[in-house]
C-alpha cells in the first residue's frame, strides 16, 4: 500500500514537472519564436510550391507567358524585403521599442500573407498578373519577415538579461526559495532560451513541408505523369497552404498586440540615456562621469570599439546564406540535381520533408550545445562551417559518380550540421556581443547582410550552367566562413551581458580605460581583438621605458 502511494506521488511529481516544462516552453519558446515559425512557413514555402506552381502554369514557367525576369523576381523581391525590412525595422526599434517594432513586423508579415492567399483565390486566371501581384507582396512580406529577424533575437537576449537581474535581485534580498527556476535563467542556459526561440524558424519550415506532403495525399496527387494531376486540386492545396501560414501570422498580430510587454532591460537602458541628457541640458554643466559625451557619438564609438565585431558577423551570416537561402529558395534546383527530374510531387515532397527534418534535429542540437562550456557559440560555428564546407564539396565530387539515395544522404547531413552549427550561431552571436543601446541595428545590419548573400545566391543560382555548381559555390562559401569567423567574432559563452552594457556606458563618459571587467577578458574578445590588446600594451610599455 505504501509502494503504491511512493508510486503515484512520484508519477504525479512527474506529470507535474512535464506540465511545468510544456507550459515554459510555450511561454519563454513557442510564443515568442511564432513569428519565426510564420514566416519560414511562408517563405520556404516559395522552393516546395514551385513544383506545383510549374504544373499549374507550364506556359508561364517555360517563359512563352511571363518573362523570366518576372518568375525569378519572386525570389529577388522577398530578400531585397528582408533587406530593406533588417535595416528599418532594426534601426526603429532603438527608438519605438521592442513591443512596438515586433507589432509591426507580424502587421506586415500578415499584410503579405493574407494578401498571397487571396491572389491565389481570384487571379489564378492570369498568371501574369497574378506574379506580378505575389511579386509586389512578398516584398511587403519580406519587410516583416527582415524585422523580425533582430526583434526576435534582442527580444530573446534581453528576456534572459531581464531573469538574470531578477534572479540575482532576490538572492541579494535572501528570496531564494522564491525563485522560479522554470522562468529564469543564467548566463549558463542563455544561449538555449534563445536558440529555442530560433527553432521555431525550423518547426515552420518542417510544418509547411509535412502540411504540403499530407495534402497532396488527401487529394490524391501522387502520380509521376504530369497528366494524371487534377489542376483543381493542386489549386486547393496551394491555397490551403497559404491560409494556413496566413491564420498563423494573424493570431501572432493579435497576440502581441493583446499580450506583448515591452524589453525591461531595453526601457531601463533608454530611461537611462533620457535621464543623462535631461540632466545636461537642465544643469548646462558637463560632467564625464554622469553624462554621455558629445564627442562619443554612438555610431562612431560602434565603429571604434566593435567595427570588426560588425564586420565578422556581417560576413559570416552573408557567406551562410549564400549556402543556407541558396538551399532553400532553391530546393527545388538541389534536390531535382540530386533525385532526377523524372520523381513525381509527392516524392519531391518527401525530400524535402526528410530535409527540413535533419535540419529540426539540428536547431535543437544547438540548443543543447551552445552553453557547454567546451563547445560554446565560436567553436560551434567554426566547426560547423568546416563540416558543412567539407559535405558540400563531397557531394559537388561524388555529383554524377555516387547513386542519387547517398547523394541525398550526404545532402541531409549538410542541412543537419548547417543549423547545428552556423545557422544557429549567426543568428545567436549578434544578439550578444553588441551593447543594449546598439543591438536590434547591430543585428538588423547583419542579418541584411545574410540576406545579400542571399540576395548573390538568388541571383546567381539562376545562371549557372552545371548543377554540380550549386555544392561547389556553398562548400567555399563555408570555407571562407569558418576563417572569418576564427579571426574576429568573440566566444560570449556564459558572459554577463550586462558587462558590455558597463564598458559602453563608460565609453560614452569618455572612460573607457576606467574598465577592467569580464568583457575585457582574453576569454571573451576575438583572436583579433587579443591582437589589438597585445599591440596597445606593448606600445604602453614602450611609452613607459
Not at 508510486?7 to 511561454?27: D, H, M, P, T
Not at 524585422?147 to 530573446?156: D, H, K, N, Q, R
Not at 556581417?314 to 546564406?321: Q, V
Not at 550586462?498 to 569618455?510: F, V
Request: proline letters at 3%; aromatic letters at 12%; charged letters at 15%.
Amino acid at each position: 500500500m505504501q509502494y503504491s502511494i511512493y508510486v503515484e506521488e512520484n508519477a504525479s511529481k512527474r506529470i507535474s514537472s512535464i506540465s511545468e516544462s510544456f507550459q515554459g516552453w510555450l511561454y519563454q519558446s513557442a510564443w515568442p519564436g511564432m513569428g519565426l515559425f510564420g514566416e519560414s512557413y511562408i517563405l520556404f514555402s516559395i522552393g516546395t510550391l514551385k513544383p506545383i506552381w510549374e504544373v499549374l502554369f507550364p506556359d508561364c514557367f517555360s517563359y512563352e507567358e511571363c518573362p523570366a525576369s518576372l518568375i525569378h523576381s519572386l525570389t529577388y523581391s522577398v530578400v531585397v524585403g528582408i533587406i530593406v525590412g533588417m535595416l528599418v525595422v532594426g534601426y526603429l526599434a532603438n527608438s519605438i521599442g521592442r513591443r512596438r517594432g515586433s507589432i509591426l513586423t507580424a502587421f506586415l508579415m500578415s499584410i503579405g500573407s493574407l494578401g498571397l492567399f487571396l491572389v491565389s483565390c481570384f487571379l489564378n486566371d492570369s498568371p501574369l498578373i497574378l506574379y506580378q501581384c505575389m511579386t509586389a507582396l512578398l516584398f511587403v512580406f519580406g519587410l516583416g519577415v527582415g524585422g523580425e529577424y533582430p526583434m526576435s533575437a534582442s527580444s530573446a537576449s534581453e528576456k534572459a538579461m531581464q531573469n538574470l537581474l531578477l534572479r540575482k535581485e532576490m538572492e541579494n534580498n535572501g528570496n531564494v526559495q522564491h525563485i522560479d527556476h522554470s522562468d529564469t535563467m543564467d548566463q549558463a542556459s542563455r544561449g538555449r532560451q534563445i536558440q529555442l526561440v530560433f527553432t521555431m524558424q525550423g518547426m515552420g519550415i518542417w510544418f509547411q513541408t509535412m502540411i504540403l506532403m499530407l495534402l497532396l495525399l488527401a487529394k490524391g496527387q501522387t502520380g509521376e505523369d504530369v497528366n494524371e494531376y487534377d489542376l483543381q486540386s493542386l489549386l486547393k492545396i496551394w491555397r490551403i497552404s497559404y491560409l494556413i501560414g496566413a491564420s498563423i501570422l494573424l493570431f501572432v498580430l493579435v497576440s502581441r498586440y493583446l499580450y506583448l510587454n515591452e524589453s525591461k532591460v531595453w526601457a531601463d537602458d533608454k530611461k537611462n540615456r533620457e535621464r543623462e541628457v535631461a540632466d545636461r541640458n537642465e544643469t548646462g554643466y558637463y560632467d564625464s562621469a554622469t553624462v554621455p559625451s558629445s564627442d562619443h557619438s554612438p555610431t562612431r564609438m560602434l565603429l571604434e570599439m566593435y567595427g570588426m565585431r560588425l564586420f565578422g558577423a556581417s560576413m559570416a551570416w552573408g557567406l551562410w546564406d549564400v549556402a543556407f537561402y541558396g538551399n532553400k529558395l532553391f530546393q527545388s534546383s538541389f534536390l531535382l540535381a540530386i533525385a532526377g527530374e523524372n520523381v513525381s510531387l509527392l516524392e519531391f515532397t518527401l525530400a524535402a520533408a526528410l530535409n527540413s527534418t535533419a535540419a529540426l534535429l539540428g536547431y535543437f542540437g544547438a540548443a543543447i550545445l551552445l552553453d557547454h562550456p567546451k563547445l560554446g557559440r565560436l567553436r560551434l560555428q567554426v566547426v560547423g562551417f568546416l563540416i558543412t564546407g567539407l559535405l558540400f564539396l563531397i557531394c559537388a565530387l561524388a555529383f554524377g559518380h555516387l547513386q542519387s539515395g547517398w547523394l541525398v544522404t550526404i545532402y541531409l547531413f549538410t542541412s543537419f550540421f548547417g543549423q547545428l552549427g552556423p545557422n544557429a550561431t549567426t543568428f545567436l552571436v549578434p544578439a550578444e556581443i553588441f551593447p543594449t543601446e546598439m543591438r536590434t541595428l547591430c543585428h538588423g545590419i547583419c542579418a541584411a547582410a545574410g540576406k545579400i548573400g542571399a540576395l548573390t545566391a538568388a541571383v546567381l543560382f539562376n545562371f549557372l550552367k552545371r548543377d554540380v555548381d550549386l555544392f561547389y559555390i556553398c562548400g567555399y562559401a563555408s570555407f571562407l566562413a569558418c576563417a572569418i569567423t576564427a579571426i574576429t567574432i568573440p566566444d560570449t559563452t556564459g558572459m554577463d551581458l550586462l558587462e558590455t552594457d558597463h564598458k559602453w556606458r563608460l565609453a560614452s563618459h569618455g572612460r573607457l580605460a576606467e574598465y577592467d571587467g569580464a568583457a575585457n577578458h582574453p576569454n571573451y574578445v576575438s583572436m583579433y581583438e587579443r591582437h589589438q590588446n597585445k599591440i596597445c600594451n606593448n606600445a604602453s610599455l614602450e611609452r613607459i621605458r
